[in-house]
């Protein structure tokens, strides 16, 4: 009942945001590319989709940030292990990985240019880089907060350093990972984006860059909520539910 609501309550909001958005388009004294209604919306997104330059874009933002996740688990999850192992490394390491954290890709991308070129592979490096240092970080930051009595119960018992990490340390840290990746991600997303714009390379950042030097402002838009839109569905169907499963199955704290 609660979620039907829910439902109806979003669909009068957005009825009322595309109502208003149209009255706009239709009164307001000013050029036709300066606010377009949501009809020309619609038309550019059909009109990209037949000559089939929409599906290329998409599939090549999504392809960029995929690679980029898988990257990021295979490099960032066992190097936060390591580093989380000992609390002396992972106390060395901390402020190191906290400043490469906060300075986002974005920033980076003036000096990637100069490095790499206008090429894939400063995009690529851009969103590397900015997904992999919150995976390394949570991951680290997971195995730090597994109880030591849960690692000295089992080292008592005679395992081997390989079956606590198997047993207790990676199943601990299972829920900080995926906070990581999330996070990463997300991060990822925005640096992509901003890595096609000044590349200009195939995908949604280059449509929306190249858009604006015609005034095709429908397509700005377009690109706009595509890039927010395929962001939820992301989040919400596949990374937010990872998260809570992971948590609850995993967890320490149960929320």
Do not use: C
């Not at 377009?222 to 990374?239: E, P, R, T």
Request: hydrophobic letters at 60%.
């Amino acid at each position: 009942m609660l979620r039907r609501e829910a439902v109806m309550t979003w669909l009068v909001v957005l009825a009322g945001f595309f109502g208003a958005w149209s009255l706009m388009a239709a009164t307001l004294p000013v050029p036709a590319y300066f606010l377009p209604p949501p009809t020309a919306v619609v038309s550019a997104f059909g009109e990209l989709v037949r000559k089939g330059i929409l599906p290329t874009y998409v599939a090549e933002s999504l392809r960029r940030i995929l690679t980029a996740a898988v990257l990021g688990l295979v490099v960032g999850v066992p190097a936060g292990l390591l580093l989380g192992m000992s609390r002396r490394v992972a106390d060395f390491f901390y402020p190191l990985l906290n400043f490469f954290q906060s300075v986002s890709g974005i920033a980076w991308l003036p000096l990637f240019l100069v490095w790499f070129g206008f090429s894939e592979r400063t995009i690529l490096v851009a969103v590397n880089y900015t997904l992999l240092f919150p995976v390394i970080f949570n991951a680290m930051l997971g195995v730090r907060s597994v109880p030591p009595l849960y690692v000295n119960a089992l080292r008592t018992l005679g395992a081997s350093r390989w079956r606590i990490v198997r047993d207790v340390v990676l199943p601990g840290a299972l829920p900080s990972i995926a906070t990581g990746l999330r996070l990463g991600l997300a991060y990822g997303w925005r640096a992509l984006i901003a890595a096609e714009m000044l590349v200009g390379a195939n995908g949604l950042g280059f449509m929306i860059f190249s858009a604006q030097s015609f005034h095709l402002t429908a397509r700005i838009m377009l690109g706009m909520a595509l890039i927010g839109g395929l962001w939820l569905v992301l989040d919400y169907f596949l990374l937010r539910p990872l998260e809570e499963a992971t948590i609850a199955r995993w967890g320490l704290i149960q929320r």
